[in-house]
């Protein structure tokens, strides 16, 4: 597929998601919006839909028509111009869900990230045995490349973790989910002991919500929430059996942030934490 041909990615259909709030917010329609850009209605619309890329000065000027006065807004959507970002996620395009590529797009872009887990580890802290593990077991069962590059994928999106500027993550993780007995004790074993290494790193902490906290909101769902340059910008991936689900809207956004600090609060704490999941590797 030529690149031009190539839908928006989530990062294209945001910048022009917001292009429209702050649009709406000052009362105006699409076709006026272009009569004093300059503009035509089809031009607002498809920068609106992501699908015309727009430069950082045509960012500004539309938001100055709109009456947006947020500067630290307006430079934030203004770093999200131009065209696609080539990743490493590319390489799967027409391999995997969409759905999955644009969750390493935004994990690449994000200042800081916040998980919640109930069942399953988080992704980003898994290791390539337990991946393989869970992701032999989805329904309707996949065929072994379609195993392997989901494995590769899993691996690589890990990558924001390394490096020189690592992205920092905080992991809170249900007791129940240390103790599924994915692929077997000795896979388990050494999940739970690259957990424990992992969480020992400065910018990663993992908190655990032991069993006798009893209920907690959003129990039956897994929860990542994406810090953008500013909070306005702040992006939600939810786990959902038909695939990911974003969310961006503010609501949205302060619900999901009161969520996690509840959840949060009913956790053990860094060290605790790691005393638990050390007992409960032992005791495989």
């Known amino acids: 597929m030529p690149p031009s041909k190539l839908p928006p990615t989530i990062r294209q259909r945001r910048l022009g998601a917001e292009l429209r709030r702050l649009r709406e917010r000052a009362e105006l329609s699409a076709t006026e919006a272009g009569r004093l850009h300059g503009t035509t209605q089809s031009r607002i619309s498809n920068i609106e839909s992501g699908g015309y890329p727009v430069s950082a000065e045509r960012v500004r000027t539309l938001a100055r028509l709109y009456g947006c006065t947020d500067q630290t807004l307006i430079d934030a959507l203004a770093t999200m111009t131009g065209g696609r970002t080539r990743g490493w996620w590319d390489e799967y395009r027409d391999i995997l869900p969409a759905g999955m590529l644009d969750m390493a797009e935004l994990e690449h872009h994000a200042l800081s990230m916040?998980?919640?887990c109930i069942i399953h580890l988080p992704g980003l802290l898994q290791t390539r045995e337990h991946v393989h593990a869970i992701t032999s077991?989805?329904?309707?069962?996949?065929?072994?490349?379609?195993?392997?590059?989901?494995v590769s994928y899993r691996i690589k999106r890990q990558g924001v973790l390394y490096g020189e500027q690592p992205t920092p993550l905080t992991a809170i993780i249900h007791e129940a989910a240390l103790r599924m007995d994915f692929g077997g004790r000795g896979v388990a074993r050494a999940q739970l002991e690259h957990l424990i290494a992992m969480s020992e790193q400065d910018h990663i902490t993992v908190l655990v919500i032991p069993f006798g906290s009893g209920a907690f909101p959003n129990s039956g769902q897994g929860i990542i929430y994406l810090d953008g340059k500013v909070q306005h910008l702040d992006t939600i991936q939810l786990d959902t059996d038909h695939g990911s689900e974003f969310l961006d809207t503010q609501p949205q956004l302060v619900r999901y942030r009161t969520t996690l600090d509840r959840m949060e609060s009913l956790t053990l704490g860094s060290e605790a934490s790691r005393d638990m999941i050390h007992r409960i590797a032992r005791n495989l």
């Open 114 to 116: 916040r998980i919640a």
């Open 137 to 150: 077991a989805v329904e309707p069962p996949l065929t072994p490349p379609e195993i392997e590059h989901r």
